[in-house]
């Protein structure tokens, strides 16, 4: 396919990459030259204004992607095909496609100014996809099948690239064990709190898991590793190493051997990543010594990421994980809901507004959260598995991506995550199991 356009900027070649990868096996070519255009035997675009002779798909540019700076948007919603849709525009599409998801996909919106949480992050509250009631949808895949419609029903036998859908689970690990390896201070200090708030069933546990009688109630790792293996599936895991264990950060010490073999182990089986603690979040020089402590210990390169708490700032952020070597993120979703926060359900990279430019660093979306369920949204665990299973059912039809985030922690035996251990194997066999054989 050839792309016409007036002008060639950075945010035109970005989301014109995306669509190619999405769409087809081969690149699309642009060119600013209207004989080139004219002359082209094959599929062809006209994102401009002028009128060009021959046979093409005409989207007339809306300016987002010739503009440069970062600048408020007036953005009115409509419905188009069945969804919203904003940037209205005269063509043969009734809205700038490209873009209305350069908007989302590069979150045009967390750069300008706006309200933070209680955690200092982008809230949710304050999101197109929020306001427009769309979070739960990834608008921009929808986006993508309207376009290949309409593309087919303009050049019949145009090939498409064939995608498969993909579902990836994913586990934080940031206490692996509740009472065991935590010191003698710590562990003092959890008896002296169950004793002063009169819970004695938890005293008691927390003795016969020290003295080698029950199990520790957030050790689920065999557990998991049986599901894993009966349903084909190779998660990833990320892990939380702050050296110090203080405010968010109440990971296991990084001294205690079990923890590290418990890495070991799984840098060996699965795929492993980095939870930067909330700790580096403020201090750069120690997001850098946690991502060298993993890879000593995991004795292989640390490559992928996903904040703690999901606490990160555009662009600010994501500059320091490249510039310590990650490659790879997961962080893109919200710590305080559910939901599609760049409202895709497909990889892509980061393009750095700030600097007007596509960077290697690639993004992996999340769309559900146990923690989000459970703490934020106050949901049981049915209520959370309907939800799992329509965002599930969704970006299936859509041969997209699904990226779920669970915790060891609550799919342990914690008797305060009652039903969600269920939950979690009731989705695994009937579900996830199944995905093997339905592509």
Known sequence: ??????????????????FSKELFESPISITTESIVFEQFNGP???????????????IHPTGLLFESGIQPQAIDCFTVNGRTA???????????????????????????????????????????????????????????????????????????????????????????????????VRTAGGFARSILQGRWSEVKDRLDVLRGVKKDPYDCFEWLDALHLYCRLRPYYFF????????????????VKSFRQL??????????????????????DLLREEREWLEVVADTEIIRSRQHYIRFTLPDTYR??????????????????????ASVCSSFAWYDLEQETATSLLIYPFCFMDANSFYEQKDSPQVAYAELIRYHEQIRKLNGMMIS????????????????????????????????YQD
């Not at 019949?156 to 009472?179: E, Q, V």
């Not at 342990?412 to 093997?436: I, Q």
């Open 1 to 18: 396919m050839l792309l016409y356009c007036n002008t060639i900027s950075p945010r035109l070649l970005y989301i014109v990459d995306f």
């Open 44 to 58: 062809k675009l006209n994102y401009s204004s002028q009128p060009l002779p021959g046979e093409s798909l005409c």
């Open 86 to 184: 904003f940037f209205a525009t005269t063509g043969d599409l009734p809205f700038d496609i490209f873009a209305a998801s350069f908007y989302l996909l590069s979150r045009y919106e967390e750069y300008l100014p706006h309200e933070k949480d209680e955690y200092g992050r982008y809230a949710h509250i304050n999101s197109l996809a929020f306001r427009e009631g769309f979070l739960d949808q990834p608008l921009v895949n929808y986006w993508l099948l309207y376009f290949k419609e309409v593309l087919a029903q303009k050049f019949p036998g145009i090939l498409f690239r064939k995608k498969n859908f993909k579902c990836i689970l994913s586990y934080d690990i940031d206490i692996a064990w509740s009472y065991l390896h935590k010191g003698f």
């Open 240 to 255: 939380l190493v702050a050296r110090k264990q203080v405010g968010y950060d109440k990971n296991t010490s990084t001294e």
């Open 263 to 284: 890495i070991e182990y799984y840098a060996r089986t699965y795929k492993t990543g980095i939870h930067p603690s909330w700790q580096s979040g403020d201090d750069f």
């Open 320 to 341: 320091k994980l490249m510039k310590v070597g990650i490659e790879k993120d997961f962080s893109m979703g919200y710590g305080s809901i559910n939901g599609f926060r």
């Open 405 to 436: 985030i669970w915790h060891n922690s609550i799919l342990g035996t914690d008797v305060s995550f009652a039903g969600w251990r269920e939950m979690f194997e009731l989705f695994m066999r009937e579900t996830v199991y199944w995905d093997a």
